[in-house]
C-alpha cells in the first residue's frame, strides 16, 4: 500500500482557497486518491477521489499531476465549518478488500 | 437512506473487562470494515468482514475479534481491556464488487468512544 505524506497542520482564513498538498511516490498504477474529512467525534467522510489530471464536485478540487506522485486537495473560499482533518489515501480501486489506511492526516484551523 | 448505525455511542470499561460494540451498516453495503482512532491520530485498521468471514486483519491482537452476521451488521468484541484500548471505535461499509471506481468510499458510522479505566 503506498504511504502518503501531508503537512501536519495548516492554518487559512475564512474565503480564502485553501490547497493541501499530499505525496504519494510509490503509487501503483491502480491505485485510485481519495481524500477524506473528519470532525471531532465524528467518523471520516468522503470528499474527493481522483485517479488523474482534475477532479471538481461541489465542495472541493483534486488535482493530479501526470506522475501521480502527488495530489493537491483544493477548497475554494472555505469557512469556519471546513475546520477539520484531511486525510490523502491511495489504493483501494477494485474492491472493498482494498482496505483503506489512513495516516495522521492534515489539521485544517480557519479563522475568522 | 439510513447511513451506518453503531452503538452505543459512548461506553466505559474495566480494565480486565470485555466490551463489544455493534455496527449496522449502510442500506445496500455488504463489507463491514473496523477502526480504531486514539485522539490526535488517524483511524488504524483493525479488520474487515464480508460475507461472514474476516477477510482482512490490521496489526492488532487476538483480544480484538468480530463477527458478522447474515443481515451484514457486525460485532466487534474485545476481550481483556487495557487502559489502551481508550479510543474511538469506527465502522465503515461498503459494497463489494461495485467495479474498478472505489466511488464513493467508505462510509463511516459516528463511533463508539470506549474509556477503559
Known amino acids: 500500500l503506498a504511504k502518503t505524506t501531508q503537512p501536519i497542520s495548516m492554518d487559512s482564513y475564512e474565503g480564502q482557497e485553501v490547497n493541501i498538498t499530499c505525496s504519494h511516490n510509490?503509487?501503483?498504477?491502480?491505485?485510485?486518491i481519495t481524500w477524506y474529512q473528519q470532525f471531532p467525534s465524528q467518523g471520516p467522510r468522503f470528499i474527493i477521489q481522483?485517479?488523474?489530471t482534475k477532479v471538481t464536485n461541489e465542495v472541493a478540487s483534486l488535482f493530479i499531476p501526470a506522475d501521480r506522485k502527488s495530489s493537491t486537495l483544493s477548497l475554494p473560499r472555505v469557512s469556519l465549518s471546513d475546520t477539520a482533518v484531511y486525510y490523502c489515501?491511495?489504493?483501494?480501486?477494485?474492491?472493498?478488500?482494498?482496505?483503506?489506511?489512513f495516516g495522521s492526516g492534515t489539521r485544517l484551523s480557519i479563522r475568522p | 437512506d439510513a447511513g451506518v448505525t453503531q452503538s452505543p455511542t459512548h461506553l466505559i470499561k474495566t480494565r480486565g473487562q470485555q466490551v463489544t460494540l455493534r455496527c449496522s451498516p449502510k442500506?445496500?453495503?455488504?463489507?463491514v470494515s473496523w477502526y480504531q482512532q486514539a485522539l490526535g491520530q488517524g483511524p488504524q485498521f483493525i479488520f474487515q468482514?464480508?460475507?461472514?468471514?474476516?477477510?482482512q486483519r490490521g496489526n492488532f491482537p487476538d483480544r480484538f475479534s468480530g463477527h458478522q452476521f447474515p443481515n451484514y451488521s457486525s460485532e466487534l468484541n474485545v476481550n481483556a481491556l487495557l487502559l489502551g484500548d481508550s479510543a474511538l471505535y469506527l465502522c465503515?461499509?461498503?459494497?463489494?464488487?461495485?467495479?474498478?471506481?472505489?466511488?464513493?468510499?467508505?462510509?463511516f458510522g459516528s463511533g463508539t468512544r470506549l474509556t477503559v479505566v
Open positions: 442500506s445496500g453495503h455488504d463489507t
Open positions: 468482514y464480508y460475507e461472514e468471514e474476516e477477510r
Open positions: 481522483g485517479y488523474k
Open positions: 489515501l491511495v489504493g483501494g480501486a477494485y474492491s472493498s478488500a482494498s482496505k483503506i489506511i
Open positions: 465503515a461499509s461498503s459494497l463489494e464488487g461495485q467495479g474498478p471506481r472505489f466511488n464513493y468510499g467508505y462510509t
Open positions: 510509490n503509487i501503483a498504477t491502480n491505485d485510485y
